[in-house]
C-alpha cells in the first residue's frame, strides 16, 4: 500500500516547472492601488498550487479562468523551499504554503505577499502536525520532552511547530536535544522508527500508518493550532497590473474551491487524493476527514497576529532580524476573499 507520508510530498519532491518563454511584464502597479477589474486577454499566472488546482478542476471552476482569458500554467510545487528556490530562479509566481516560508523568504532576501489566508474550523481537532514517539520512548505529555531528541529543522514549518511547542511546554532549547534533520519524504518516519530521534512532527493523516508500522511507536497532540494556510507570491508578480488582475480573479475562484471541498468530500479525495496522490479509495477519504473544514476569515487581523508571534520567535530563538510582518501580506486580496466567501465567512480564529 502506498503510504501516506510518500504520497503527501509529491508535490514538494517535484521541482518541475513548465517552460515559460518571454512574458511581457504588464504596467507596474503600485501597491497601495486598487487591483484592476479586468484580466487582459493572454495573461500567465504560473501557480504552485497542485491540491487547489485538483479542486478547481473538479469543481468546474476552472472555466471562470479560462473564460477570463487567464492562462494558468500549473507547477506540481508546494512548501517553502522548493517554492523559494522556484522564485528565485523566475520560475514560478505564487505558491501554497503555510505561513512560515514567507518569513524564511524576507529573511532570505526574496520579497513576497501572502494573497491568501485561510484557516481550519477546529484547528485543534484537526491539526496539520502531531508528536510521533519512537517506540520505547516515554512521552505522553508535552512536559517529558525534556531531555528528548526531537527533529528539528529550522526553516520548515516543523522547525517552527517545534520551537512553539517548547514554548507551550516551558523548555527551551537547552532542555531538549535538536536533531538537525530536514523533512523531506518519509525522513522523519523514518528517524523515528529507527529511533535515531526520540520526536519528530510527522503528518496528522501518517500517524496510525505510522504507529501500525513500528510496534511500540506513539504519538501525542501539540496543543497548538498551526492551520495557518496561505497563498504567497512575488512582490513582482502583484506589482504587475496584469498578473495583479488574474490574481484578483484567481483569489476568489480558490476561495469558491476551498469552501466547494467542505460540501464535496468525496470528489475531493477521488479527484486529489486518489487521482493525483495515489491513495486508494479508504486512505483518501481517510486524509479528508482528518484535515476537517477550511474557511475564509472575514479579517486577517488574527493571522497577522499569529504570525507576528512566530516571527518574533524565531527570530528570538534562530538569530534573525526583527520583522514586521505586515510588510509581507497585502491586504488588498482581504477583501477579495471575503466578497468571493459571502456568507460563508468565519470570524475569530475559527477555534
Known amino acids: 500500500m502506498i503510504t501516506f507520508w510518500r504520497t503527501a510530498t509529491v508535490a514538494m519532491l517535484a521541482l518541475t516547472v513548465a517552460a515559460c518563454g518571454t512574458e511581457e511584464a504588464g504596467a507596474t502597479l503600485e501597491l497601495s492601488a486598487a487591483l484592476p477589474e479586468k484580466v487582459p486577454s493572454g495573461t500567465t499566472l504560473r501557480l504552485g498550487d497542485p491540491q487547489l488546482q485538483a479542486v478547481i478542476g473538479a469543481a468546474g471552476l476552472d472555466k471562470e ?5 487567464l492562462k494558468v500554467e500549473w507547477a506540481n510545487i508546494s512548501g517553502g523551499p522548493q517554492s523559494i528556490q522556484a522564485f528565485r530562479a523566475d520560475k514560478l509566481d505564487c505558491s501554497a504554503v503555510a505561513d512560515i516560508p514567507s ?6 532576501g526574496t520579497s513576497t505577499k501572502i494573497v491568501f489566508q485561510s484557516v481550519t474550523v477546529d484547528p485543534l481537532n484537526h491539526p ?8 520505547g520512548v516515554a512521552v505522553s505529555s508535552l512536559a517529558d520532552l525534556r531531555g528528548k531528541k526531537i527533529a528539528y529543522s529550522a526553516g520548515q514549518a516543523q522547525g517552527a511547530l517545534v520551537l512553539r511547542v517548547l514554548q507551550l511546554a516551558g523548555l527551551s532549547q537547552k532542555d531538549v536535544q535538536l536533531v538537525e534533520l530536514t523533512s523531506t519524504g518519509d525522513s522523519y518516519v523514518t528517524a523515528l522508527g529507527s529511533k535515531s530521534v526520540d520526536v519528530a512532527p510527522i503528518g496528522a493523516q501518517n500517524v496510525k500508518i505510522y504507529e501500525a508500522k513500528y510496534p511500540g511507536a ?4 501539540t496543543g497548538i493550532r498551526d492551520d495557518a494556510s496561505t497563498l504567497y507570491c512575488l512582490t513582482s508578480a502583484v506589482e504587475d497590473a496584469d498578473k495583479a488582475a488574474a490574481l484578483k480573479l484567481y483569489v476568489g475562484v480558490r476561495t469558491k474551491a476551498l469552501l466547494w471541498a467542505n460540501d464535496h468530500p468525496a470528489e475531493v479525495a477521488k479527484a486529489y487524493y486518489e487521482d493525483t496522490q495515489g491513495l486508494n479509495e479508504a486512505d483518501a477519504k481517510a486524509v479528508v476527514e482528518i484535515t476537517g473544514d477550511k474557511a475564509v476569515p472575514a479579517t486577517w487581523d488574527a493571522a497577522i497576529v499569529r504570525l507576528q508571534e512566530t516571527a518574533d520567535l524565531l527570530a528570538k530563538e534562530q538569530n534573525h532580524e526583527k520583522l514586521d510582518v505586515n510588510t509581507l501580506v497585502d491586504r488588498r486580496f482581504e477583501k477579495v476573499q471575503a466578497e468571493a466567501a459571502g456568507s460563508q465567512v468565519v470570524t475569530g480564529d475559527a477555534a
Open 218 to 221: 506513539t504519538s501525542i497532540g
Open 103 to 108: 518569513l524564511f523568504a524576507a529573511w532570505t
Open 128 to 135: 496539520v502536525y502531531k508528536l510521533g514517539v519512537a517506540p
Open 65 to 69: 479562468l479560462t473564460d477570463a482569458g
